[in-house]
């Protein structure tokens, strides 16, 4: 019987791995943090990757993985991995689009909450030992608008959070006019934008196309919105959303993603309107359970049939 070489570079729920330790066609190697010149190294020997955010699946990496045959990501997003490079050589990219669908969804809500109560505020006042009750009157979020700029899984999800706590829902989707949902009003950019209570991101980032979001959408959002990302580092200007809070156009932002990561823009991190974490979207047990069994079945389907 062969013996297919997989390497897990970004770490991997430890039961999907112990299920795929126990194909006898198997040889699991668990080596993660390393740096791109140690896994261009390392690439060479392995029929298969497995990896998260953190590993650079690149062209060179993948032209030095003369015996790679299939590229997986554990999560949804593939800006790590040159699919161009892999169509080339003729290697198959796999995905997991639909575990972490809920852990995003209840981040993006949660956060939305926590906008609206002024949650992260409170918190770091009642830190500094101080009892600023008057300080942090919010909203209800029962009554407000939701705009979802995206309308796949990840918004749907949000959506039916947000249609139990009495919210209308909008939503833009530059690849869908029909709504998924009956609870969803599908209209355009603009009138989600100038609609809207809060505004949530639910879309890959096009480098080609650039931020869906700069100071020209940010200019027309209605006054006193704020905006969550938990999408995609890119999908917003940074330089804008923090001239936008700067100016009040609006009220403040949730950031779970950044330009570049770990971000190395402070100056939005901190800005006491922010309420900013460092990619935390799939982090939540249950989907990183429902991740790896799904990489494992993809590794055990392929190479363990």
């Avoid at 940010?218 to 700067?246: H, P, S, W």
Wanted: hydrophobic residues 45%; glycine residues 8%.
């Amino acid at each position: 019987m062969a013996t297919y070489k997989i390497l897990i570079s970004d770490g991997l729920d430890a039961d999907a791995v112990e299920l795929m330790k126990g194909q006898p066609s198997l040889a699991i190697t668990l080596k993660s943090k390393m740096t791109p010149e140690e896994l261009l190294a390392e690439i060479p020997a392995y029929h298969a990757i497995v990896v998260r955010s953190a590993s650079k699946v690149t062209r060179p990496v993948i032209e030095a993985g003369v015996n790679l045959k299939l590229i997986t990501r554990a999560g949804v997003g593939l800006d790590n991995v040159d699919q161009v490079a892999a169509r080339e050589k003729g290697i198959e990219v796999r995905n997991t689009p639909t575990c972490t669908s809920i852990s995003v969804a209840e981040l993006a809500f949660g956060m939305m909450l926590s906008l609206a109560r002024h949650v992260g505020k409170a918190n770091i006042s009642m830190k500094n030992g101080e009892w600023n009750k008057k300080a942090y009157m919010g909203t209800e979020l029962y009554g407000k608008t939701l705009g979802l700029i995206g309308s796949g899984r990840i918004g749907q999800s949000v959506a039916v959070r947000a249609q139990a706590f009495g919210m209308s829902i909008l939503a833009y989707d530059k690849f869908a006019t029909e709504s998924p949902l009956p609870i969803i009003k599908m209209v355009s950019l603009d009138e989600l934008l100038e609609n809207s209570d809060y505004i949530s991101l639910h879309i890959p980032f096009d480098k080609e196309a650039g931020p869906t979001l700069t100071a020209k959408e940010f200019g027309k959002m209605k006054k006193g919105a704020y905006l969550i990302n938990c999408a995609r580092g890119g999908t917003v200007a940074e330089k804008d959303l923090l001239q936008a809070l700067e100016a009040g156009t609006i009220a403040g932002a949730a950031i779970d993603v950044w330009e570049k990561e770990p971000t190395e823009n402070v100056t939005l991190a901190k800005h006491p309107n922010v309420l900013a974490t460092p990619h935390l979207g799939a982090s939540a047990q249950e989907g990183q359970a429902r991740t790896g069994m799904d990489v494992a079945n993809i590794i055990i389907e392929t190479f363990a049939k």
